[in-house]
């Protein structure tokens, strides 16, 4: 099993949808394939990004609610934002 790692931004952004359980849901659900180390359903759009977060991968978990992470150490995933396109770009 693949150990998650919580930014303390990524804290603050999964404060904001705390109320929101359905997001909540379809997040845990995406989080517990990354701990399995099983691939993002395609549905969910994965794709590495570029920029200022060039090497992170981001994916959907609604049409404009967005998970970023860092898998670039063995067996550690950092989860580093979570929001709307708005919130993070």
């Known amino acids: ?6 930014t303390s931004q990524f804290k ?10 359905i997001v909540l849901d ?3 659900a995406i989080l517990n394939l990354l701990a399995e180390g ?10 590495m990004l570029t920029g200022n977060y060039k090497g992170h991968m ?10 970023i992470w860092w898998d ?5 995933i950092t989860l580093v934002r979570f929001g709307s396109h708005a919130e993070l770009f």
Do not use: A, F, Q, W
């Not at 099993?1 to 919580?6: A, C, E, Q, W």
């Not at 603050?12 to 359980?21: A, P, Q, T, V």
């Not at 670039?72 to 550690?76: Q, R």
């Open 1 to 6: 099993m693949i150990t998650l790692k919580l």
């Open 12 to 21: 603050k952004d999964l404060k904001r949808y705390k109320n929101n359980h």
């Open 26 to 28: 379809k997040l845990e």
């Open 38 to 47: 099983k691939p993002i359903p395609e549905k969910n759009r994965p794709h």
């Open 58 to 67: 981001e994916c959907h978990v609604e049409s404009d609610t967005l998970l």
């Open 72 to 76: 670039k150490v063995v067996g550690v």
